[in-house]
């Protein structure tokens, strides 16, 4: 069995790898779990907002990914996420922040999105911690059920 290189992680690359195209960025810092909506009441009106700490995370993954040159594509895709954190977060939490911070910017929606695949990984210094991001075509058998 032929051994595949594994590339280096890089935050402005495109790479081909077996003819699919692969983006690849790198988001510094602590990953922002996607938080639950909060209600607020302003006089007699209820209203739904997003927490600001999440808001602010969804915005600098959509920046760092335009200044890789993303562009949206409108086929499926699998996506790979990379944690480095040095505590416990949820998985789920964090893929919702990043997947929404690049609704419109690497993919048109999140729908799109037919593989995901969210490895965590241990650092011990908080300036280690990172998430790194792989976009790439699906596989033709990807998404049809």
Known sequence: MA?????E???????VR???????????????????????VRGRTAYIY????TKEYEKLVGWVA???GCR????????VLDVYIKRKLDADNIAKSILDGLNGIAY???DQVVELL???????AAADERVEIEIREAGESAGTA
């Open 3 to 7: 051994r595949t290189k594994r590339l």
């Open 108 to 110: 048109e929606d999140d």
């Open 66 to 68: 335009k200044a890789t």
């Open 118 to 124: 969210v490895r965590k990984h241990r650092v011990k």
């Open 9 to 15: 992680p890089h935050p402005r690359r495109l790479d």
């Open 18 to 40: 077996e003819g699919e195209a692969m983006i690849r960025i790198t988001i510094p810092g602590r990953p922002v779990p996607k938080a639950r909506p909060r209600l607020g």
């Open 50 to 53: 997003t927490p600001p700490a």
């Open 72 to 79: 949206p594509v409108k086929m499926p895709v699998a996506v």
